[in-house]
C-alpha cells in the first residue's frame, strides 16, 4: 500500500473497525518497508565483509611480494658485495704480477741478461694473452646476466 492510498484510507474510515483496519494495514506497510531496509541492510553488511576479506588477502599478498622483495634485495647485496670483493681480489692479484713482471724486467735490463727479459716479456704475454682475456669477458657476461636477472627479479616483486 503507498503513502497515498493510506491517506485515502484514512479520509474513508469513520467507523471504529475501519479505524482499525487502518492501523493494521499502515503497520503492516511499515513492517514491510522495515524488511525491505534490512534486506538492503544485510546485503550491505555482506559486501562491506567481503570487501574487508578481499583487503586482508591483498594485505597477506603485498606482505608476501615485500618479504621476498626483501629477500631478493638482500640476496643482491649480497651477490654485489662477493662481485665487488672478487673483483678486489683479481685486481690485486693482477697488480701484484704486474708489479712482479716490471721488478723481473728491471732486474734483467739492469744485469743486462737478454734472455731473462725475453723471459719476463714472454711471461707478460701470456699473462695477458687472448685466452686469458676471453675467459675473463665471459665471466663479466655471466656476472653481468646473474645481475640482469636479479634486477629483473626485484622489477617483477616490486611491479
Do not use: P
Not at 672478487?86 to 701484484?96: D, F, G, N
Amino acid at each position: 500500500m503507498t503513502n497515498q492510498e493510506l491517506e485515502s484510507s484514512i479520509v474513508a474510515a469513520t467507523t471504529e473497525s475501519a479505524v482499525r483496519q487502518l492501523i493494521t494495514d499502515f503497520k503492516a506497510h511499515k513492517d514491510s518497508q522495515l524488511s525491505a531496509l534490512t534486506e538492503l541492510l544485510n546485503a550491505k553488511h555482506s559486501q562491506l565483509a567481503t570487501a574487508r576479506i578481499e583487503a586482508d588477502e591483498a594485505k597477506v599478498a603485498l606482505a608476501i611480494k615485500d618479504a621476498q622483495l626483501g629477500q631478493h634485495t638482500a640476496a643482491l647485496a649480497s651477490k654485489d658485495a662477493a662481485c665487488a670483493t672478487t673483483v678486489e681480489a683479481a685486481k690485486l692479484a693482477i697488480q701484484t704480477n704486474l708489479d712482479a713482471l716490471v721488478q723481473a724486467g728491471q732486474a734483467a735490463h739492469a744485469a743486462g741478461d737478454l734472455d731473462a727479459i725475453g723471459a719476463v716479456l714472454d711471461a707478460a704475454y701470456s699473462y695477458t694473452s687472448a685466452a686469458r682475456f676471453e675467459r675473463l669477458e665471459n665471466e663479466l657476461v655471466a656476472a653481468q646476466a646473474a645481475v640482469t636477472a636479479a634486477v629483473d627479479k626485484l622489477a617483477a616483486l616490486h611491479g
